[in-house]
């Protein structure tokens, strides 16, 4: 705090540049003509202003022949560099002036004395101070005289209760028309009193500055005490509590006064020969302490305004949108801070006279506010029209259902994403209110390239998800489809390999691409990215050699559909169920429940038992001698009763074949049978026609006890069935 109060000293007292020389003269009017009059005919004022054209003659001579001036610079911060710039020289000057001054105390000194015993010299300060002493007596006895004279008035009204609204601004009016009488008082006895006195035209001058500014701090102090009323509370027009009325009365007050009355005052000493540089400083004196009585003042209610900004808006703090919120804190917090800028802003702009600068500031803040609601209505309005917008009818949610997830994943990606942008524009035009060329640099070759590739960069993401999504969606709704009657569409294995990889495949394309052309547009030069990605390819490629012949081997079985997932097969000398299929192996679940993962480069033969049809074989033992048209008959029944079952027969592709004597062993002969099914239903098919084999045999005594009834082809050890 106390660094930023010295800069702001520096600039005031720097600032007594010749910023405030450089406005064209204006010719005299009547007026300045009697004073220049008044002052040629009263010896001292002579005799001061001849030592003062004597100092200005010596440092006109001191300062040569003057340089021709830079042009005047535009903006308000190239005034302030400008003013800044001219400080730096104007400090030197100040400097050897102070201990000029300092060292010369002796003769000020000597003048004073002279001042006092020159009769005449003396007699005049004498009429002055006499003159100026009754002038002010007058006004108080005027101001004293209207208050007595209205007394009675002002005690009934303090016993009116107001009942309504107008009631309220009647009474106030009134006691405002009271004080302004005794303001009209003040002034009538003071005016009186300088037709009376007949005063010189300086003192004229000095009693009038004096009175007038006590009139305007008079008038500012009524209006306050009728806005306020810090001391009745029942005909306050605005919502304050005691406490803040009267703290805002007292500060509103200190404030006036202390401005009008310095104003005034440095006037009035300047009309009684206080010099140029004096008057200059004590005014930056004047505006410094203006100043930092607006900052105390800021920083004594920052909790106070901080509190009342958090609950200012609309809605009760529950129910508050999170973005009000979240803005209305960032606020409270920062609020004092931007209002002490604000002030040191326009302190620094009057301390240094920059032409246009409060304009300027009031314009730049207006534009501001103007950008920060514009903004904020468009991001409100984005944030509808992509809820609207997004938003799945019911129609289209039976027809895709996924459609409504898909779409809500990226909703506050591109909610982000566009806030980002309109607030990246409003930086943009916020930087260009405020006077740095935004605009032209987006023209220049610079600004245009970025533009380009940001805007490159975005569609080439967006194009990347699009793209993405549609393959995605496109996939999952082909494997996922159902009939009318809400049943899935069976797909072949074959599909449901290949487009789980395409889809992979699809992801890695896309972030390669997208990934070169966004480190493309950021200046990567991605011709090594390529060159390296090639010599690791090489690498790779001769030191995997297993894994590139596992790849190959493994697009070769996809793309013949030799393996789908869910068949039964035998790869490897191992067998089970199909469960996935990468690019490098395949992986089986066998009965017990393993999980059996082999790569594609060992495979070798592979048995499928599940493609497009199966065969139940058996190899009947019977001994030799027995009728083997009973073992036949017995055969066609289990057939007829296999097809009577609804479950067994929709298993079924044709009748149970006896093929015939397969070979001898011993005393026995294997009759061979087999029946066609459906793909994976062969073993439970086995299964049932050896149940039905041992009922219907042993019945008949077509089989020997003594061997095992039923031979057949072995089922493998991955089925379930």
Excluded: C
Excluded at 74 to 83: Q, R, T
Excluded at 612 to 621: H, K, N, T
């Amino acid at each position: 705090m106390i660094r930023w109060l010295l800069l702001l000293v520096f600039v005031a007292f720097g600032g007594l540049s010749p910023l405030q020389a450089q406005t064209p003269p204006v010719a005299p009017d009547t007026r300045e003509l009697e004073r220049v009059l008044a002052l040629l005919e009263d010896e001292g004022q002579r005799t001061a202003f001849a030592q003062q054209l004597r100092a200005v003659l010596e440092a006109a001579r001191a300062t040569g022949p003057a340089t021709p001036e830079p042009p005047t610079p535009v903006g308000l911060l190239g005034g302030m560099l400008a003013s800044l710039t001219d400080t730096l020289g104007a400090i030197s000057e100040g400097l050897s002036g102070a201990t000029a001054a300092v060292s010369n105390v002796p003769g000020l000194w000597a003048w004073v004395e002279q001042q006092v015993r020159d009769p005449n010299r003396a007699a005049w300060w004498a009429t002055l101070a006499w003159k100026l002493t009754a002038i002010l007596i007058a006004g108080w006895i005027g101001d004293r005289s209207v208050k007595l004279a209205l007394r009675p008035l002002l005690l009934r009204l303090a016993g009116v209760t107001p009942s309504g609204t107008a009631v309220r601004l009647g009474l106030v009016a009134v006691r405002m028309v009271i004080g302004l009488a005794r303001v009209a008082g003040f002034a009538a006895g003071s005016y009186l009193t300088i037709a009376v006195v007949e005063p010189s035209l300086t003192t004229r001058l000095v009693a009038l500055a004096l009175v007038n500014g006590a009139l305007i701090v008079h008038t500012v102090v009524v209006l306050l005490d009728a806005v306020l009323q810090p001391r009745v509370a029942r005909l306050r027009l605005v919502r304050l509590d005691d406490h803040a009325a009267a703290y805002l009365y007292v500060w509103l007050r200190r404030l006036a006064s202390i401005a009008i009355y310095g104003a005034f005052l440095i006037q009035a000493a300047q009309l009684l020969g206080l010099g140029i540089a004096s008057f200059l400083v004590l005014q930056r004196l004047l505006g410094l302490t203006i100043a930092v009585m607006l900052a105390m003042l800021v920083l004594q209610n920052r909790a106070v305004v901080a509190t009342w900004i958090k609950g200012a808006t609309a809605w009760p703090e529950r129910t508050k949108p999170p973005r009000v919120r979240l803005a209305a804190h960032r606020l409270a917090e920062f609020w004092h801070i931007i209002t002490l800028g604000y002030i040191a802003v326009l302190f620094v702009i009057w301390a240094t006279g920059v032409p246009g600068g409060f304009l300027y500031v009031l314009r730049v803040t207006v534009l501001t506010g103007v950008v920060f609601a514009a903004a904020t209505a468009a991001t409100n309005a984005i944030n509808w029209v992509i809820e609207r917008g997004f938003s799945v009818g019911q129609d289209l949610h039976e027809r895709l259902p996924d459609l409504q997830s898909r779409a809500n994943r990226y909703l506050p990606l591109l909610k982000v994403a566009l806030r980002g942008f309109l607030w990246v524009i409003a930086g943009i035009v916020l930087l260009q209110v405020w006077g740095v060329s935004s605009f032209a640099w987006l023209g220049s070759p610079t600004g245009r390239r970025v533009v380009g590739s940001v805007v490159t960069i975005s569609l080439v993401i967006g194009v990347a998800l699009a793209a993405w999504e549609v393959i995605s969606a496109t996939i999952e709704r082909f494997l996922t489809e159902v009939d009318a009657e809400g049943r899935p569409i069976p797909r072949s294995g074959r599909l449901r390999t290949l487009l789980p990889l395409l889809r992979n495949a699809a992801l890695v394309v896309l972030v390669v691409v997208s990934t070169l052309i966004v480190l493309s547009e950021l200046g990567v030069n991605i011709a090594p990215l390529l060159a390296g990605a090639g010599v690791i390819g090489l690498a790779i490629g001769f030191g995997a050699q297993t894994l590139v012949r596992d790849v190959i081997t493994g697009l070769f079985i996809l793309f013949e559909d030799t393996i789908r997932v869910g068949d039964v097969v035998t790869a490897a000398g191992k067998s089970g169920t199909v469960e996935a299929i990468n690019i490098r192996g395949i992986r089986l679940r066998d009965a017990a429940g393993n999980l059996i993962s082999i790569p594609f480069g060992s495979v070798g033969d592979v048995t499928n038992m599940t493609r497009d049809f199966a065969y139940a074989s058996f190899d009947i033992p019977i001994e030799i001698g027995r009728d083997l048209e009973t073992a036949r008959a017995t055969l066609a029944s289990i057939d007829a009763d296999l097809r009577q079952d609804p479950v067994i027969s929709a298993w079924l592709l044709g009748p149970l074949e006896v093929l015939g004597i397969e070979r001898f062993d011993g005393g026995l002969f294997f009759l061979r049978a087999r029946i066609k099914t459906v793909p994976g239903k062969q073993w439970s098919v086995a299964r049932e026609v050896n149940l039905r084999l041992q009922a219907g045999f042993i019945d008949k005594g077509v089989w020997v006890p003594a061997v095992p009834p039923v031979g057949s082809l072995p089922a493998p050890t991955g089925t379930a069935d």
